[in-house]
């Protein structure tokens, strides 16, 4: 039976949300001019025009109302939180900007290594990624990170991670929630696994992430619902058996590993993995998935701090997963994402 009230209010809730997200987004933007710490780049690739961006991302405010009105996954609440705490986040990214600005102006992303957190942690991992206050190590960044991201895509994150929620809907036709397990590798703050359980309340989760802050982050955002079990671990060392896990998910993890982890990280995801068993990935669009947008990924590495990203852009995927036994099974874009679902291969 068609949900059509709650696709209606899906649409109505994301649609004010991108207009607030666009205002921060051109707040920063004007906020970083009026610093002179702004780090243009101009591609040689081809970009879309902000008006293309906004109709596409239209398209994908849409198709998640309609996934409401499929009951692939109910009405959420992408925040997670009061109006005020929300507002407090704001006003902290706004005053770190000038910090994060100079840095990025400097090509400077150091902080995260007077961490004490980054003794502990691979030296890919102990940097400023997007010119974060501490990289991945701070609690000021994990605190900082979900409206950090949501600015940056004008509230698009959420609606793309919804994305890998069908492939699940799909793979859970016929289950019994209670029954399925799913992991999901480099968790962070928790937002899938939140929006995971709010459309599957039985369904046993685990998150996995290198950051314990960002997993104290996590937790908090489960106040009220049932949590999952948070395994602080390098997802390259899971410390997991063999063949336990019916689901594993991947949400833009990849672009920010070294080449060689990516394939450490895709062995162990089919390890862990049950025979039938499906990886969910979602990461950045690569290069020729869009054409006339290869611009955006050729300036996203320069403007901000993404030392594997050109690599990740330029990667075979298909070659990766395959040769760690998980077989093709579906490949969609949707705005700036891209999402494969692959299989394990069933013992014979």
Not at 156 to 166: D, E, H, S, V
Not at 315 to 327: I, K, P, Q, T
Request: with cysteine; hydrophobic share 45%.
């Amino acid at each position: 039976m068609s949900n059509n009230l709650g696709m209606a209010a899906q649409l109505a809730g994301q649609s004010l949300r991108f207009g607030w997200y666009f205002a921060l987004n051109r707040l920063v933007d004007w906020r970083t001019d009026q610093l002179g710490l702004a780090r243009r780049y101009k591609p040689d690739l081809p970009v879309p025009s902000l008006r293309e961006l906004l109709a596409e991302q239209a398209q994908l405010l849409m198709s998640d109302a309609l996934a409401v009105r499929d009951g692939l996954y109910p009405p959420i609440d992408d925040e997670g939180a009061s109006p005020l705490d929300h507002l407090f986040r704001v006003r902290r990214m706004l005053a770190d900007l000038p910090a994060a600005a100079g840095r990025r102006a400097g090509n400077d992303a150091t902080t995260a290594k007077a961490e004490a957190a980054a003794a502990s942690v691979p030296d890919y991992y102990a940097q400023d990624f997007h010119f974060q206050t501490g990289g991945y190590l701070s609690e000021v960044s994990a605190r900082l990170y979900d409206v950090q991201v949501e600015t940056l895509f004008m509230g698009a994150a959420g609606p793309m991670r919804r994305t890998a929620l069908r492939p699940i809907a799909e793979f859970m036709h016929g289950r019994d929630q209670r029954h399925v397990t799913l992991l999901d590798v480099a968790c962070g703050t928790g937002r899938f696994l939140r929006q995971v359980r709010l459309a599957y309340p039985a369904m046993r989760l685990a998150g996995l992430d290198l950051s314990r802050t960002y997993l104290d982050e996590a937790a908090r955002h489960f106040a009220g619902l049932r949590a999952p079990e948070l395994i602080e671990a390098a997802a390259e060392r899971m410390p997991l058996p063999d063949a336990g896990v019916d689901i594993v998910t991947s949400i833009f993890l990849y672009h920010e590993l070294p080449p060689n982890v990516r394939r450490q990280v895709t062995a162990e995801m089919a390890r862990v993995l049950k025979p039938g068993g499906i990886l969910v990935f979602l990461d950045s669009l690569q290069m020729g998935d869009r054409p006339g947008w290869d611009g955006l990924l050729e300036a996203f590495p320069v403007r901000f701090h993404e030392p594997y990203y050109r690599s990740y852009a330029i990667d075979d995927l298909d070659g990766m997963f395959s040769a760690a036994g998980l077989e093709p099974h579906a490949m969609a874009t949707a705005y700036l994402s891209k999402l494969l679902v692959r299989r394990k291969r069933a013992e014979a």
